[in-house]
């Protein structure tokens, strides 16, 4: 029979997610290019209902979203004025346009590092891969703030990673799990956050780190799979058309650990495994419609088959790697109707069978990360 996990146990992981809300400390990283530039953003602040006297509060992400635009459109800068030259509204779009039509991630990553290096000069981004591995490397060419720790510094990492992660994940239709992140700074008040935005296995230089403090030459690495750089891009013209609006804030809401129907449609199936619900039986028991519930999702980044997939994935790899079950339970608890249609499934998700994946483990290799949806 299948393991199940208690009751409160399930009710436990619901009420401990910080559902769809922001740490304040992206808020004041945002801001830092206005204060730089001597703007007053409490105009700003007011507008989306956003106090920062309450520095312990979380933002919800909608507000933070309409934050993020208004930002720019006060600035006329898609940078925040965190740059050395301003990026004029419109470089989001034709960064999307400019990815659009290439055959497969890699290509489209390609392309989005040449176009950043047009119009963001301070950054260069670059991917590589070798073997299983792939990463995309942040290089900072030009100073972005005082000391590698300048929150103006810290949110400039933090905004190009997120676009960059966001925008390749709609590309592809899914989320990209990164296995790793090692950050150029030390470990910010907010960081608890990155487990949301990022990875669990987010890194920061450490205080005793033998980089001197004005010293900003370290990049931002991200790692991942190699195998995602062949996946497809499976988004055409009239999906960007819908995708550009309310963007570029929008992408602040996208490939998100927190998204509330995301996590309501995961908890539903999971809590049903091995039953494998349908989309019509899941929408009815949160009292939508199918199109209303495949709506609601589309608007978070996601879809109900990325959803079911990602959960699947999470629980095989944290099987594999935690237990010894055989991989025929493993399959059978997961609603597959025979081990083929799991190989299968697996070897899409890593590039390797669950036998080898499990081997690799026990040779001492770190496992891989466990996707966002």
Not at 4 to 16: F, G, H, I, L, Q
Not at 69 to 96: K, T, Y
Not at 254 to 267: A, G, I, K, N, W
Not at 315 to 328: E, M
Request: proline content about 6%.
């Amino acid at each position: 029979m299948p393991t199940r996990e208690p009751a409160n146990s399930t009710e436990n992981r619901r009420d401990t997610r910080n559902r769809a809300s922001v740490a304040m400390g992206f808020v004041t990283g945002m801001l830092s290019g206005m204060h730089r530039q001597g703007r007053n953003p409490a105009p700003l602040l007011a507008a989306t209902g956003i106090d920062l006297a309450d520095t312990a509060s979380r933002i919800p992400l909608h507000r933070y979203a309409a934050l993020y635009n208004r930002v720019i459109a006060e600035l006329d800068d898609e940078g925040f004025g965190l740059f050395s030259r301003s990026m004029p509204p419109g470089c989001f779009e034709f960064l999307c346009r400019g990815m659009l039509g290439a055959p497969t991630l890699a290509e489209a990553l390609g392309r989005a590092g040449r176009f950043m290096r047009i119009v963001l000069p301070d950054l260069e981004v670059a991917v590589s891969s070798a073997a299983d591995r792939a990463e995309l490397r942040i290089t900072e060419r030009l100073p972005l703030g005082h000391g590698r720790d300048d929150p103006a510094r810290v949110f400039a990492f933090e905004w190009l990673l997120r676009l960059l992660h966001g925008v390749a994940s709609w590309f592809v239709g899914r989320g990209l799990a990164l296995d790793a992140v090692d950050f150029p700074y030390r470990r910010p008040p907010h960081a608890d956050d990155y487990a949301l935005v990022y990875t669990e296995h987010s890194r920061f230089a450490a205080e005793t780190d033998a980089q001197a403090e004005g010293d900003t030459r370290s990049p931002l690495v991200a790692r991942f799979q190699a195998n995602l750089l062949d996946l497809p891009i499976r988004r055409d013209e009239a999906a960007l058309a819908a995708f550009l609006d309310g963007a570029p804030g929008k992408i602040s809401m996208l490939y998100r650990r927190d998204r509330e129907m995301v996590f309501r449609v995961r908890d539903l199936l999971r809590d049903a495994l091995p039953r494998n619900l349908t989309v019509d039986e899941v929408a009815r028991s949160l009292h939508l419609s199918s199109r209303s519930l495949h709506r609601r999702l589309e608007e978070e980044g996601s879809g109900f088959r990325i959803i079911k997939d990602a959960m699947r994935r999470d629980i095989a790899l944290s099987r594999l790697a935690k237990t010894r079950q055989p991989i025929t339970r493993i399959a059978a608890e997961l609603g597959y109707a025979d081990t083929s249609t799991f190989y299968r499934a697996f070897v899409a998700w890593t590039g390797v069978s669950p036998e080898h994946f499990r081997r690799r483990l026990t040779g001492g290799d770190t496992p891989a990360a466990t996707g966002m949806t």
